[in-house]
């Protein structure tokens, strides 16, 4: 191999082995401006999209030590990579709606650590809340208990005291009323 093809494939698998996904794309009949837009969107959200030649795909992926990608690696291929903080979801929501927007865009296969991803788990991930919202899902779950255990506590010392105060309520009728002095 050339050492210009043995750099890039270097820089490849650099770029796959250090992001937390993968995902691979065909972006047959996207335009520059396409690209463009999509590159755009992905940035939001830590993500870069970069076309990569098939074969020097496959190269990376067995550099990083990722399973084959058997018969995705055909056609007009795009390399979607993320930074440490990025998340799949996100990243994912972005090439649905993308792809819904365009309809061009078709994701490939996807890795997400050494798993493979096929194109309708990738979408069950687009379907996912981001990691901030399941966050205070988790919160508000965690919160619900203590607050019903706080009323459930709460509520025998109430109704001691209602007891309590209906008690005094009675005997205080059933004694008589003092004269009045005259």
Same mark, same amino acid.
């Given at each position: ?23 691979? +794309? #065909?972006? +047959?009949?996207? +335009?520059?401006?396409?690209?463009? /837009?999509? =590159?755009? =969107? ?5 993500? /870069? ?9 496959? =190269? ?6 990722l399973p084959k ?17 990025? /998340? ?12 819904? #927007? ?12 050494? /798993? ?10 687009? #379907? $996912?809340?981001? =990691? #901030?919202?399941?966050r205070a899902q ?32 009675? $005997? ?11």
């Open positions: 191999m050339r050492p210009e093809k043995s750099q890039m494939v270097e820089e490849l698998s650099r770029q796959v082995g250090g992001s937390p996904y993968v995902l691979l +794309t #065909d972006y +047959t009949g996207l +335009t520059v401006q396409h690209f463009s /837009e999509l =590159r755009k =969107r992905l940035a939001g959200a830590a993500a /870069e999209c970069h076309v990569v030649k098939n074969s020097l795909m496959q =190269r990376a992926l067995e550099a990083a030590k990608a058997n018969g995705s690696l055909t056609g007009m291929t795009a390399l979607v990579v993320g930074k440490t903080q990025s /998340e799949i979801t996100a990243v994912a929501k972005i090439l649905k709606q993308f792809a819904k #927007d365009t309809e061009r865009l078709k994701v490939k296969l996807g890795y997400m650590g050494a /798993e493979v991803l096929q194109p309708a788990q990738i979408a069950v991930l687009a #379907d $996912l809340p981001s =990691r #901030d919202v399941l988790l919160i508000g779950l965690l919160q619900t208990p203590a607050t019903r255990l706080a009323v459930v506590l709460a509520a025998p010392a109430g109704q001691v005291a209602r007891v309590l105060k209906a008690r005094a309520d009675k $005997l205080g009728e059933a004694q008589p009323a003092p004269a009045a002095a005259a």
